[in-house]
C-alpha cells in the first residue's frame, strides 16, 4: 500500500492550503485526493470577483484565487490523485479512493486531513409543498451550468433564501439576460454577506424579500410559477399573504451542509451545530490524526478565512505525522499535566471552532472563528476564561451571515491553571 | 397497416402492464405495451410504499387477497429470476391502545383465512426487542414475516426488461385517444400513432376507468386517492427494522414506518381522494399530517433527515377489489383495473392471471422453451459490491472508477448502461430509477450536470433537448432566448 506523511480528502481551497502547510511543516510526502479532474474545487465555477481581499490584498475570481495556490502547492511539491473520489477513512488513517486508472486503492496516511467542503441544502430538505418538475436548481448547480458548462437554467427566476450563492446567481442570471423577479428569504435577515445584498440585489433592483417563503411550487414538467407568503415570527406562513410569481426557475439557496458522511463513517464525532466535526486546538477531530478545515468544518463565508484556518490544520497535520506535538512547543520541554478547556458559547453565539483548547498545545496565538444566531448592533464580544473576562470587543453590527473570530494567547489560559471552561458571548455592556 | 397489427395491445406500462407483458412474452403472440410517458413506471408504480404486503389486510375471499398472497410468494422467485431489490423484513401492524386489541386479532384471523404464513401476535416486551424504537404507548403488534420491501422501480424495469428482451415492444409518449372496435379487433389511437389488435389490456392505472368506459355499457369510476411521503436520508436507516403500520384507532388510520431497500427510511401515505388524476402534488395539509401521525407507532421519526417529499395516486374503486376480466359486451377487452394496494405486492400474481386470460381469448400457442429468455441481468449496485469485485469491473471498463453519483455511490458505467439496456433511460428520472442517481441527499444537486454529459455524448442530443421526465420536462432554456 501506499503510504503518505499527510493525506488530505478535497483539492479545493481548503485542501491546497492544508496541503501546502503540510509541506512547509517539512512533511516529504504529501498527497491531495480529488475527485473532479481539476483542482480548486467549487473556486471554479465563482467567477465573479472579491476573493483573497484579506489574503493577497487585491480582487481575484474564484479560479484566479485558486490557481494561486494551485501553482504553489505544485511549487513545493504536494502530490495529487484527480479525478479520485475517497469511499472511505479508518480510523487506522487508511484512505480507500477510487479512480478510473487505478480502481479502488488504498492510502496509509500518517494523518488526515478532512477537506471535503459542503453541499446544498436541496428542495427536498424543505418539504415545499406541490409538484417535483423541471427547472428547481440549487443556485451552486445553476452556477455550474452557466458559469462551467455555458448552459441556461431559466429565464424568469425567483430565488429561495438569501444565502450568498443565491445573492450571486441572482446578479449572474440577470447579466445572462434572465429576469430576477425576487430572492425570498424565510428570517428577517439576510444569510449573506452585506456586500452581496448591496451588489448583487440592490445594484440590480432586485427585490429582497424578508420574512418570506415559498408555500407551493406550480407545473407539472417543468416550473410555472411559485407562491411566496409573508411568515409570522415562528416562520409559519401568513394565510392570505400568498402571491403568484409565474416563473420556469425555482433556485434555492437556503443553506450549506458541511459533507461529512466520510467522516461519520470513520468515526468522527460531529457537533449537531455546525454539522461539521468537534475539533481540538489544533484542528484534530476525536479521531487522532484526523484533522478537518475548511467548510467541512463549518461554513466560512470567505475562503481567506478557510485557507487560514487550512493552513494551521495542515501544520498540526504535519505535526502529528512527524511525531511532534505541537508547532510551538517545544520537544523535549516540561510535560505539561494535560489540561482540556472547554469552549463554551453563551448569550448569542451559535458555536465556536475549536471546542476544546490544551493550552500546553496550543500556538503562541489561536484563532477562534464563531458565529452568531441574530442581527445585533451595538454589542460586545465577550471572552472568559474561568470567571475572569479576558476580552470585551465592542462591534457595531453581528450578523448570522457574516463569521466572527476571537483571539486567544496562550500566555492568558496558561496563567490561569485553574479555570476548567472557557466562554464565548456576546455582552449588551 | 401489416407493422401496426398485433395480438395484444397493453395500455399502461406500471408494475401491472409490464408484469402481464412479461408472462405474455412465453407466447406466440406480437405484444405492444403502449405508455403515455416517457418510460415504464411512470404512475402509481412509482409512487406508492414499496411493501411487499403479506396479505392479511384484504377481505377473505376477495380476489385481492388471493393475489395479494400469492404475489408475495410469486415475488421472492421474481426478484431471483430478474435480480431486483427484495428485502424480506417482515411487517408489523402495531396496536396502541388496549381496547383496539380485538381488531388486531381480527387482522390476524383473516390473515390466516388468507393463508399466510408465519403470523403471530407479539406482546410489548418482544416487540420492543424486535423494535426497539416503537412507541411507549405500544401494547402489541401483528408479526408478518413474510412481509417485506421492494424495489419498485427495479421491479417494474426489469419486468419491461425481460419482456423487451422476450420481444415485447414499447411504445412511450404514446397516451391513449381512443380505443374503437373495428370488424373482430380494437383498434387503439395512441398520441403516437393507432394500432390494431386482437385483445386489449386495461392497465392504465388511475385512467383505467377512462380506457374501460369508451368499450363498455357498465361504466366503471377509479378514483385517485392521494397519498403523500416524507423519504428520509441513510442517516436515519436503522430507526425502524421492519415495515411497522399502525393499527387504526379512534383518531383514524395512522401512517407506515419502514425501511426501503436503498437504505432510506419512508414514512406515509395519506389517503386523500383528489378530482384531479394529475395531481401528484405534496400539499402543506397532507405532508402536515404525516408528521401529525408518524409517531403513533413510532417514536423519534427523524423528520429533519428528510431528503424530499412525494405524492402517489392510487387506483381505488369503490368496492375496493381489483377488477381483473374481458369486459362483457367487449370481448377481447380486458380490464386489469382498481390495482391499487396491494397491487404491487399482487403484480406477479397479477400478470399469470390476465396473461390466461389473454391467452385464452387468442388462442395463444407457447414458445419453445429455449427461445425464452426467463431471467434478466441486474444491474450494478456498488453500495454491495466488495473493493475486489469493484477492481474487477474497473479492469473490464475503467467508467466503474469514475463515480457521477456520490450519495447512492453511482459511476459512469451504470449511467452507460441505463442508457443502453434493453428499456433504455431517456431522461434524467429514467436514470434515477435504474441506478439510483439523484435519489440521494444531494437530489441531483452534484450529479445533474454530469449526467446530462454522459447523456450528450452517448445519445447525441443537445444539452436543450435532455428533460427531467420527458417532453415539457427540459432541464435548461434555449441560450439567447426568444
Known amino acids: 500500500m501506499l503510504s503518505y506523511d ?31 479532474d481539476r483542482l480548486g474545487g467549487i473556486l471554479n465555477q465563482c467567477i465573479h470577483n472579491g476573493f483573497g481581499l484579506h489574503t493577497f490584498k487585491e ?8 490557481a494561486r495556490y494551485e501553482d504553489r502547492a505544485h511549487e513545493v511539491g504536494v502530490e495529487f490523485s484527480l479525478g479520485s473520489m475517497v469511499i472511505d477513512v479508518s480510523s487506522d488513517l487508511v484512505v480507500h479512493a477510487v479512480s478510473q486508472e487505478r480502481g479502488v486503492y488504498g492510502v496509509q496516511a500518517g494523518a488526515v486531513v478532512l477537506a471535503m467542503g459542503c453541499r446544498e441544502r436541496p428542495r427536498g430538505a424543505l418539504a415545499i409543498p406541490g409538484y417535483r418538475p423541471a427547472g428547481i436548481y440549487t443556485a451552486g448547480t445553476a452556477q455550474r451550468l452557466v458559469n462551467m458548462e455555458g448552459q441556461m437554467p431559466g429565464r424568469e427566476v425567483v430565488i429561495l433564501g438569501s444565502g450568498d450563492i443565491g445573492l450571486i446567481m441572482a446578479r449572474r442570471m440577470t447579466l445572462e439576460g434572465a429576469h430576477v423577479a425576487c430572492v425570498a428569504e424565510l428570517m ?42 409573508k411568515v409570522d415570527e415562528q416562520r409559519r406562513p401568513i394565510p392570505g399573504t400568498e402571491v403568484r410569481y409565474a416563473c420556469d426557475t425555482l433556485m434555492l439557496s437556503v443553506g450549506l451542509l458541511p459533507e461529512n458522511e466520510l467522516s461519520r463513517e470513520a468515526g468522527v464525532a460531529l457537533s449537531p451545530v455546525t454539522r461539521g466535526p468537534l475539533v481540538d486546538e489544533s484542528l484534530q477531530t476525536s479521531v487522532p490524526g484526523v484533522f478537518a478545515c475548511g467548510n467541512v468544518l463549518h461554513v466560512h463565508d470567505l475562503v481567506d478565512y478557510v485557507s ?122 | 397497416m401489416a407493422s401496426d397489427q398485433y395480438d395484444v395491445v397493453i395500455v399502461g406500462a406500471g408494475v401491472s402492464g409490464c408484469a402481464v407483458a412479461r408472462e405474455l412474452s412465453r407466447y406466440e ?115 408478518a414475516p413474510t412481509g417485506g420491501i421492494v424495489d419498485p422501480f427495479g421491479l417494474c ?49 388511475v385512467y383505467a376507468d377512462e380506457l374501460h368506459n369508451m368499450v363498455a355499457d357498465k361504466k366503471m369510476r377509479i378514483v385517485a386517492r392521494k397519498g403523500e411521503y416524507y423519504l428520509l436520508d441513510t442517516t436515519a436507516f436503522g430507526h425502524v427494522r421492519h415495515t411497522v403500520f399502525t ?176 428499456i433504455p433511460a431517456t431522461s434524467i428520472d429514467a436514470i434515477k430509477r435504474r441506478t439510483g442517481c439523484t435519489m440521494g441527499r444531494c437530489q441531483g444537486g452534484f450529479c445533474t450536470p454530469k449526467i446530462m454529459a454522459i447523456m450528450e455524448r452517448e445519445l447525441g442530443m443537445a444539452p436543450t433537448q435532455i428533460t427531467k421526465c420527458g417532453p415539457g420536462s427540459e432541464l435548461l432554456v434555449q441560450e439567447g432566448g426568444e
Not at chain 2, 409512487?47 to 375471499?61: E, K, L, P, R, T
Open chain 1, 6 to 36: 499527510v493525506v488530505i480528502i478535497g483539492g479545493g481551497p481548503a485542501g491546497l492550503a492544508a496541503a501546502i502547510a503540510a509541506r512547509e511543516s517539512g512533511c516529504e510526502r504529501v498527497l491531495v485526493i480529488e475527485r473532479d
Open chain 1, 59 to 66: 480582487e481575484l475570481t474564484g479560479p484566479e484565487y485558486a
Open chain 1, 188 to 229: 428577517p435577515y439576510s444569510g449573506g454577506l452585506k456586500r452581496n445584498i448591496v451588489q448583487c440585489l440592490d445594484d440590480y433592483g432586485i427585490p429582497l424579500l424578508l420574512s418570506h417563503t415559498v408555500t407551493r411550487i406550480e407545473g407539472r414538467k417543468r416550473v410555472e410559477a411559485v407562491w411566496i407568503a
Open chain 1, 308 to 429: 487560514q484556518e487550512a493552513d494551521a490544520a495542515g501544520r498540526c497535520a504535519a505535526h502529528y505525522a512527524l511525531g511532534k506535538r505541537s508547532p510551538d512547543v517545544q520537544e523535549d520541554g516540561p510535560a505539561e499535566a494535560e489540561r482540556v478547556l472547554l469552549l463554551e458559547v453563551e448569550s448569542g453565539v451559535r458555536y465556536t471552532v475549536p471546542s476544546t483548547i490544551d493550552p500546553a498545545r496550543m500556538d503562541e496565538r489561536l484563532t477562534v472563528r464563531f458565529r452568531v444566531d441574530n442581527v445585533y448592533r451595538d454589542r460586545f464580544v465577550s471572552v472568559y476564561v474561568g470567571d475572569e473576562r479576558i476580552m470585551h470587543r465592542k462591534k457595531r453590527v453581528l450578523a448570522p451571515g457574516e463569521m466572527e473570530e476571537v483571539v486567544l494567547k496562550r500566555a492568558d489560559l496558561l496563567e490561569r491553571a485553574h479555570a476548567e471552561r472557557i466562554v464565548v458571548k456576546l455582552e449588551e455592556d
Open chain 2, 29 to 143: 403472440a406480437r405484444v405492444c405495451v403502449v405508455e403515455r410517458a416517457d418510460d415504464v413506471c411512470c404512475g402509481t408504480s412509482k409512487a406508492n410504499s414499496a411493501i411487499v404486503h403479506a396479505g392479511f389486510d384484504a377481505q377473505a375471499g376477495s380476489m385481492m387477497a388471493r393475489l395479494n398472497v400469492e404475489g408475495n410468494k410469486l415475488m421472492r422467485e421474481l426478484a431471483e429470476e430478474l435480480n431486483f431489490a427484495l428485502v424480506p423484513c417482515g411487517s408489523l401492524v402495531v396496536c396502541t391502545d388496549a381496547q383496539t386489541r380485538p381488531a388486531l386479532e381480527a387482522l390476524l384471523e383473516r390473515g390466516v383465512a388468507n393463508g399466510v404464513e408465519g403470523l403471530r401476535i407479539v406482546e410489548r416486551d418482544e416487540l420492543v426487542s424486535m423494535e426497539p424504537n416503537v412507541s411507549d404507548e405500544a401494547v402489541c403488534a401483528l408479526w
Open chain 2, 157 to 205: 424495469v426489469a419486468l419491461a426488461e425481460n419482456a423487451a428482451t422476450n420481444g415485447v415492444e414499447f411504445l412511450f409518449n404514446a397516451g391513449v385517444e381512443g380505443v374503437e372496435r373495428d370488424d373482430d379487433e380494437w383498434l387503439v389511437r395512441t398520441k403516437a400513432g393507432t394500432l390494431r389488435t386482437r385483445c386489449v389490456v386495461n392497465a392504465a392505472g
Open chain 2, 247 to 422: 393499527l387504526p384507532t379512534k383518531m383514524g388510520k395512522g401512517v407506515l414506518v419502514s425501511p426501503t431497500v436503498h437504505g432510506n427510511v419512508i414514512v406515509g401515505p395519506t389517503a386523500t381522494d383528489v378530482e384531479d388524476k394529475e395531481s401528484v402534488d405534496t400539499t402543506a395539509a397532507g405532508l402536515a399530517e404525516v408528521v401529525a401521525k408518524c409517531g403513533i407507532a413510532v417514536r423519534d421519526v427523524p423528520l429533519r433527515e428528510v431528503i424530499t417529499t412525494f405524492a402517489g395516486l392510487r387506483a381505488h374503486e369503490e368496492h375496493h377489489d381489483f377488477i381483473i376480466g374481458e369486459v362483457e359486451g367487449a370481448p377481447g377487452f380486458v380490464d386489469c383495473a382498481a390495482i391499487e394496494s396491494p397491487g404491487l405486492t399482487s403484480c406477479p400474481a397479477i400478470g399469470r392471471m390476465v396473461a390466461d386470460i389473454v391467452r385464452g381469448i387468442c388462442d395463444l400457442q407457447e414458445r419453445p422453451a429455449d427461445e425464452i429468455v426467463r431471467t434478466r441481468p441486474g444491474v450494478v449496485n456498488l453500495l454491495a459490491t466488495s473493493r475486489e469485485d469493484w477492481n474487477d469491473l474497473v479492469a473490464k471498463d475503467p467508467t466503474y472508477g469514475n463515480l457521477v453519483c456520490r450519495c447512492c455511490r453511482v459511476s459512469e458505467a451504470q449511467i452507460v448502461d441505463a442508457l443502453h439496456r434493453p
